[in-house]
């Protein structure tokens, strides 16, 4: 009788522990910072603004939001002004709500790392992995700048070869898209 009366006592007492930590890590990713974009709309034509304005309206914004006790806490990371308006910045999820709920808000959206999909890019730039040390790959991917040129595509170009290459699977659902002076034969695979 003594060890079912422990047996309980201890399965009462790991219950409450596990309760005590759920509660806690809710609490704990509750109040993480991470980065967060918050599009408010295209750039218009009209009523151009310097970026320090608008800088400082976005800081404004971020202050309207989080408690003065952690107004250290601001981080705006950067501010859009050319492809759209907006901004990013560390926040907390209950912050991202708040700022989605503000009129001027289109849309708060956590910045998330995306996978490269792509297939023969990296034959196509002769591109090697695994070679080199790790000082000098270390050198190399710091303070690096990426830019891109998009001057159109053509299928005829090395980078969209498709010799082999297996044949689309059957669950790709996509299709070849006509155009101006582009027809369906000048598709890939």
């Known amino acids: 009788m003594n060890h079912k009366v422990l047996s309980s006592s201890m399965a009462c007492i790991l219950e409450l522990i596990v309760l005590i930590s ?14 967060y974009v918050v599009y408010m709309g295209s750039v218009g034509n009209g009523g151009a603004v310097g970026p320090g304005v608008m800088e400082e309206a976005y800081l ?3 202050s309207s939001i989080i408690p003065s006790e952690e107004k250290e806490r601001i981080n705006l990371i950067h501010s859009y002004t050319h492809a ?6 560390m926040l907390t999820t209950e912050e991202a709500d708040m700022l989605s ?6 849309s708060v959206f956590r910045d998330r790392i995306l996978q490269l999909h792509t297939t023969r890019s990296w034959d196509f730039l002769v591109a090697e992995s695994g070679i080199g040390s790790e000082r000098a790959h270390r050198r190399a991917t710091h303070d690096v700048i990426i ?4 001057t159109g595509i053509w299928p005829e170009s090395a980078s969209f070869d498709d010799e082999g290459m297996a ?5 790709w659902k996509g299709t070849c898209m006509e155009g101006f002076d582009f027809k369906r034969s000048n598709c890939n695979r």
Do not use: Y
Request: positive net charge; charged residues 20%; glycine residues 6%.
């Open 22 to 35: 759920a509660s806690l890590l809710h609490l704990a990713t509750s109040k993480t910072s991470q980065a």
């Open 60 to 62: 404004q914004m971020l």
């Open 84 to 89: 759209f308006k907006g901004f990013s910045a």
């Open 101 to 106: 709920r503000n009129d001027e808000v289109v």
């Open 147 to 150: 830019g891109i040129i998009d």
């Open 167 to 171: 044949a689309i699977p059957s669950r």
